[in-house]
């Protein structure tokens, strides 16, 4: 099978997992890989039913929940930790903000964006809280040698990011990046344990965010056909009723 953790095949993956209805050529066209790659990989995918599709124009993710278990097995999340920092804190909000300050005061701490739990919060109402932030670095010990150690109950996990859409596609939300919805998916699932339930609450409402998205356009799309179609029926009775009078 493909290896799903490889750079560009990452990047399919990522898409499909947002896109569960798309094509082939869609994907190529907004994930910048050759149309090559994207049928090598959407083969992998089909042999053992993942994803199917009737043509190239119609392509559909079967199985997210088999796709994202193949992706942890090949990256668990355990092996992108650097440091795993004990703080003096007892609250995973002030955790954070102290994560934000370092990078904010320290340039040479370079980008941050929480994932995981802390990102989750941000997305969604979660019923439980986990002692521990996740955030992604591009210079891990630098922010690691920033953060001040102690015997509180929360732990930050400083992250080495194997992709470049970790950082590509953040977000800022209540003035703290975190990571696209789509990348706290595939983390919390790679993280394992309560991740999964916390990665399929927000997966699911994800797709059906983008399904009801989906239908509004496609009732505003037919709504604005009809209108135009009223119109030029109006405007060929005006037409006939002038050539009427003339």
Do not use: W
Not at 39 to 65: C, D, F
Not at 119 to 130: D, G, N, P, T
């Amino acid at each position: 099978m493909v290896k799903l953790t490889a750079e560009q095949t990452f990047k399919i993956i990522n898409y499909l997992l947002a896109h569960p209805t798309t094509s082939q050529i869609e994907i190529s066209r907004n994930v910048g890989t050759s149309k090559d790659l994207v049928n090598h990989v959407v083969q992998n995918l089909e042999g053992p039913g993942i994803v199917s599709q009737a043509a190239r124009q119609h392509l559909e993710l079967k199985e997210p929940l088999r796709l994202l278990e193949a992706i942890s097995i090949e990256r668990p999340l355990s092996k992108l930790v650097t440091n795993e920092i004990r703080t003096e804190q007892t609250e995973v909000s002030k955790v954070e903000r102290m994560v934000e300050n370092c990078s904010a005061h320290s340039p040479i701490s370079g980008r941050y964006a929480f994932t995981c739990f802390s990102a989750l919060s941000k997305y969604m109402e979660y019923y439980i809280s986990y002692p521990s932030v996740h955030v992604y670095s591009s210079n891990p010990e630098q922010l690691s040698k920033g953060l001040v150690r102690g015997r509180g109950d929360i732990v930050v996990h400083v992250l080495r990011p194997d992709s470049d859409l970790i950082f590509r596609n953040t977000r800022l939300m209540k003035d703290l990046t975190i990571v696209e919805p789509i990348q706290v998916v595939v983390d919390l699932f790679c993280l394992g344990g309560a991740g999964r339930d916390g990665a399929m609450k927000l997966y699911q409402g994800l797709i059906e965010g983008n399904a009801k998205k989906q239908k509004e356009f496609q009732t505003k799309g037919d709504q604005q056909g009809k209108h135009k179609d009223s119109n030029k029926a109006s405007a060929s009775s005006r037409k006939k009723l002038l050539r009427r009078t003339a």
